[in-house]
Structures are given as C-alpha cells and as structure tokens.
C-alpha cells in the first residue's frame, strides 16, 4: 500500500504542523497509519464476498482515505490517495470468506426451496378447492 498525505492545510498549516509535531510525530504517524489501515481493511473484507475482494480496491480506498482523514486531521494530517498495488489474502481468511460464502449461498437456495415448497402446497390447495366447487357446483345443478 501507499499513502500520499501532507501536513497542514492552507490558512492553517502552521497550527497543523504544530500539532503533528507536538501531538503526533513520525514515528506514532507510521504506527497509526499501519493500524488504521490493517483496521479498515479487515472491517471492509468483513462486508464483501471472497470473490469480490480483488475487484473492490477502489472502493476500499475510498473508504480508508476517509476513515484516514477522519482519525488524522485534528493533528493536522490530510491524506490524499491511497494506494493497493496487489491483495493477497491470507490461506486462513480465504478459507473463513469461502466458507462463509458457501454458507449464505446454501441458505438462499434453501430459502428458495422452503418459498417453492409453499408455493407448490398453496397451488395443491387451491386445485383442490376449486375442484371442490366444481363439484359441488355439479351436484347442485342436478338437483
């Protein structure tokens, strides 16, 4: 991953560099950054399927620039950009996804077998039903 940030913003960069230096530094920068980031990428992957995860890296950004921006700016740090120049997921958070995955598809399809089976005794009853009043429709004519 990269990240393209700067400290201070216009009219009040020199309050904001202030405050990076005063509150924040480089070297807790670095450890936030890596937390944040690690922290948004799990609570992201959390919220999509395991096939999705290579296709989603610009919406994944787009998220961590502004839990980003939202975490940093009070010491002065606005980020720009973010950067994922390849995902690899982990063996073990690949199998939990896929499993998950497989889960929820076996239970729409057993969601659309329970709706079908509904389906299937609402038609019975209502051909008995009618065939009922045809019947009866029958006898009272003859009489």
């Given at each position: 991953?990269?990240?393209?940030f ?8 020199e ?30 992957v ?24 939202r ?47 509904i ?25």
């Amino acid at each position: 991953m990269g990240f393209n940030f700067h400290i201070g913003d216009g009219e009040t960069r020199e309050e904001d560099c202030k405050k990076f230096y005063y509150y924040l530094g480089v070297i807790q920068l670095q450890q936030m950054i890596t937390q944040e980031s690690e922290e948004t990428i799990r609570s992201f992957v959390r919220k999509i399927k395991v096939s999705q995860i290579r296709d989603v890296k610009y919406e994944m950004t787009h998220e961590m620039i502004s839990e980003l921006n939202r975490r940093f700016n009070q010491y002065g740090v606005y980020f720009e950009a973010v950067f994922v120049s390849n995902i690899i997921v982990p063996k073990d958070l690949r199998t939990a996804l896929s499993d998950t995955t497989k889960y929820d598809v076996k239970l729409q399809n057993e969601i659309k077998k329970q709706k079908n089976k509904i389906l299937v005794l609402n038609n019975d009853e209502e051909k008995a039903l009618s065939m009922l009043k045809l019947n009866q429709t029958q006898e009272m004519s003859l009489l």
